[in-house]
């Protein structure tokens, strides 16, 4: 026997048109894939006319991309649905009244993990505009992370509230988490493989039906709502506690004066069935995102429903520990400073630190969340004079950012490198040292870039994330 809602669904018949609501890293990717497929025939982003954000909504039009440049293929495929007539942006929500299915990829931030409360006001937003405008048969997704139980507990209730309708009943409800990396958005979505979970079965085959058309290599894996939710907030979680494995391993070699390297090395040589012994990279902290607060999303789920909770959780539990250990780099990054300037006879308050790299991931304009921000605050807050340089981001609100490198280490008594860009990786020594004008520079190299022996041999004061056996090196005079 068919069920109301798959009537409902049978009577609207294919996806035809789609919406996003959400123009950003998620939601313009998502939307020129819908509307590259043939058998969608349109697709709205919806995008809030706001004074921070609005400009993005002339931009798609004009078929310009508002995201970093060197996004591969997003710029074209930009241009061609918007030339095709197949993607359009707007702020005119009462569209989603004409919209097969609508997906939301809004973020979801938490103001202050420490009470694990996420600020889902945006979404909430999200949320009362589908629902305001929602017709039966209609399929909702949220793409966003989110706190597991959200689908099925403050979605669901706003959605119906706005409406009048049931989820389940007259409209579709599923969550299908993005799992994206900023430089490789078209290719992730295309080739990883789509979780996909529904509030029940019917839900579930409708997002399917969506998402199955925008993969190339990836294939979909059908789950829970709840599931869902679990899934993407843990598998960032595990990402981060690798990381916090690597930066501990890190500081125990510093302490011990070995190179965690070399340990690194030696640990991934063990070999064999049943033998998993991969060590990430350590560095100067954890940015972004997504790394940066999913494991709150994950803890506060099971807070929420899983009742009084009898085990480690929250901060106590190892994906709590993980968070403190990766936020701490910065800070250690900061001591490694401290410690460098003091052994080239510099005073703290005195010195001019040139950051390299404010983008949280190597070769990317995007900074958000980026580790050099709180190792800029303690260096302000010590009264040292900071730059910035990078050659991918502009400038940011009370941030000034340097294009040319020369402009940064010019006089500069330490450098602390933040972000793994290529062009790092080619500073030579002698002209480094030159522009800063000393006799004994400090490097702090956050990210593993540069080769410790020849700034050493330079002149240099080194110290490195995890370089136990350097980081007590000879001045060399």
């Known amino acids: 026997m068919t069920s109301p809602l798959q009537a409902r669904i049978d009577k609207k018949g294919p996806i035809k048109t789609i919406g996003v609501i959400g123009m950003g890293y998620v939601g313009i990717p998502a939307a020129v894939l819908f509307a590259d497929v043939l058998h969608f025939e349109k697709v709205y982003g919806f995008q809030r ?23 591969p293929e997003l710029a074209d495929l930009i241009r061609k649905t918007v030339d095709a007539g197949t993607f359009r942006c707007t702020s005119d929500f009462a569209k989603i009244a004409e919209c097969d299915a609508v997906a939301l990829a809004i973020q979801t931030p938490f103001a202050n993990p420490k009470d694990l409360i996420p600020d889902f006001r945006p979404l909430e937003e999200g949320l009362r505009h589908a629902g305001k405008h929602l017709t039966e048969g209609t399929l909702v997704v949220l793409e966003s992370t989110i706190t597991p139980g959200t689908t099925t507990g403050m979605a669901r209730q706003i959605l119906e509230e706005e409406s009048g309708l049931v989820a389940g009943v007259d409209f579709a409800l599923a969550h299908a988490p993005e799992r994206v990396m900023v430089g490789r958005l078209l290719r992730n979505i295309r080739e ?14 409708r997002a399917i039906e969506l998402y199955a058309p925008v993969l ?27 990381i916090a494995a690597a ?30 012994r991969a060590v990430l990279w350590p560095g100067a902290g954890v940015g972004g995102h997504c790394l940066t607060k999913d494991t709150w999303h994950l803890e506060r789920g099971a807070q929420m429903m899983g009742g009084a909770l009898t085990y480690p959780h929250g901060a106590e539990s190892v994906f709590g520990v993980a968070r403190a ?17 003091h052994r080239a006879g510099v005073r703290l308050s005195q010195a001019t630190v040139a950051i390299l790299g404010w983008a ?3 070769n990317s304009a995007d900074a958000r969340n980026t580790p050099a921000e709180p190792y800029r605050d303690l260096l302000r807050k010590a009264g040292v004079r900071v730059r910035v340089h990078d050659p991918f981001v502009a400038d940011e609100p009370g941030l000034a950012v340097l294009r040319e490198i020369e402009d940064a280490l010019r006089d500069a008594d330490a450098i602390a490198i933040f972000a793994g860009h290529d062009l790092y990786s080619r500073l030579d020594p002698a002209i480094v040292k030159a522009l800063t004008g000393s006799t004994h520079p400090a490097m702090i190299d956050g990210r593993n870039v540069i080769d410790p022996d020849a700034f050493i041999a330079a002149g240099f004061v080194y110290k490195g994330i995890g370089r136990g056996d350097k980081n007590s090196h000879p001045i060399v005079e």
């Open 192 to 205: 990883h493989d789509r979780i996909v979970g529904g509030i029940d079965p019917v839900s579930t085959e």
């Open 216 to 242: 190339t290599l990836g294939k979909i894996i059908p789950m829970t709502a709840t599931a869902a939710e679990v899934t993407k907030t843990a598998e960032n979680a595990f990402r981060d506690l690798q």
């Open 247 to 276: 930066n501990q391993l890190a500081l125990h070699c510093e302490a011990m004066g070995v190179n965690v390297y070399d340990v690194r090395a030696g640990v991934d040589s063990l070999k064999g069935e049943g033998i998993t």
């Open 360 to 362: 949280f991931i190597q």
């Open 49 to 71: 006319d706001s004074p921070s954000s609005g400009y993005k909504i002339d931009m798609l039009n004009r078929g310009e991309s508002p995201l970093d440049p060197d996004e």
């Open 325 to 341: 250990v990766n936020d701490f780099m910065p800070r250690h990054m900061y001591n490694l400073t401290v410690q460098a300037l």
